[in-house]
Structures are given as C-alpha cells and as structure tokens.
C-alpha cells in the first residue's frame, strides 16, 4: 500500500517529461531554441512553468532530451535496416552488395533534415560554451559512438568481416562526412545529396575500413 503513490508519480512524472519532449521538439523545429520561449513549450504541453522547472533545469536540457529521442530511434532504424540486409547474405549476397543494400536502405529511412541540423549546431555552439553542457553533451556522444560501433561490429562479424581501424573511429569518420555534406546543403542552400552519400560515398569509404575476418 505504501508503495503505491510514488509509482503513481512516478507515472505521473514520466508522462509530463514525454510530453515537455514532444512539445519542445515540435515549437524548436517551428522557430529554434533560442527564439522558443519556455511559456510556449509549456503552453504546447499543456502544463505549468512549473512542471518545465520541475523536470529540466534549461531549454538546452530540454533540448538534450529531444536530442536523445531522437538519436535513439535513429539507432533503432538502423539496427532494423542492418538485420534485414545481413541475414541472408551469407547464402545469397555478397558483402559488398549487403553493405550498398544497407546504404541505400539508410538513405531512404534516415531522411536529413536541414531545420534538425541547425538546431543541433545551435545546442552544440551553446553547449561548446556551457562546461555542464559541454560536458553531459560530450559524455553522450560516446555513448552513441559506442551504441553504432556496437551495430557495426555486430554487423561486420555476421559478414565475416572486421574493422581494419577501431570501430568507433570508422563510426566517427562516416558521421563526420554525414555532418559535412548537411553542412554543404545549408550553407548551399540545396537538398542535402543522401542518395549519393549512402548508395556511393559510404560503401567506398566502408569498403576501405574493413577486411575479411581471421578466424
């Protein structure tokens, strides 16, 4: 019986966090984190300025959440789209086919958005200024390098295959390119050219990173 209230809050809390999350990804991407107001975040949500305070101590926090939400299901397609491409390739495929059915599955699934680019380059100037944010911001982008080196170490060994560098440098190396051709499309003004990247670049430069396993 006593048990019972916390949980209830606890219920209680995570359903405002989702939902402060949700709201702040959708006012973010309408206008930036800057120019968003907390009121309107909340307004969005449906709740208090004191339900924001009472789950993050700044939008930029905030924005950390949205951030990890959004990596996560990034990582969830992925991991989708590599199963998919390998389980059959050693009967039917070879590794080189998987590895362009994998990109070209990617640049379909994993769509660049110009207005998602500029509010991660927002947070990480603000973040490259704030040594709480820096540091929480920096602790977490190696935890996603290991998650995707995780996913391709994985994917190497189905293959019969492994990495020639570590698998997190090869993980940093390809979400650099990724980085700067989202980089080229804003500052360009154009489409970012994720058909060319996933279906061409990415194979080649994979292709250089990894070599048949020694069993």
């Known amino acids: 019986m006593t048990d019972q209230p916390p949980r209830r809050e606890t219920r209680r809390r995570a359903e405002t966090r989702r939902r402060l999350i949700a709201a702040a990804r959708e006012v973010f991407l309408e206008h930036s984190i800057s120019d968003t107001p907390v009121e309107l975040i909340c307004e969005t949500a449906g709740f208090s300025r004191g339900a924001f305070y009472s789950n993050f101590a700044t939008k930029e926090d905030l924005f950390l959440a949205v951030y990890e939400e959004e990596v996560a299901a990034r990582i969830d397609q992925t991991r989708e789209i590599i199963e998919k491409a390998i389980a059959p390739t050693r009967h039917e495929r070879s590794v080189h086919e998987a590895i362009l059915e994998i ?20 947070f990480r100037a603000h973040a490259l200024r704030d040594p709480e944010m820096r540091l929480r911001a920096g602790e977490y ?4 390098t290991d998650e995707v080196a995780e996913l391709m170490h994985h994917a190497l060994d189905e293959l019969g295959m492994r990495a020639v560098v570590d698998t997190r440098d090869a993980v940093r190396a390809l979400l650099a390119i990724y980085d700067a051709e989202l980089e080229r499309a804003v500052f360009s003004d154009t489409d970012p050219n994720m058909g060319t990247l996933f279906t061409e670049i990415f194979p080649r430069v994979a292709a250089a990173l990894i070599a048949p396993r020694e069993d």
């Open 103 to 122: 990109g070209a599955a990617c640049a379909e699934a994993l769509s660049a958005d110009k207005t998602w680019y500029l509010l991660l380059a927002e």
């Open 141 to 144: 982008l190696d935890q996603i």
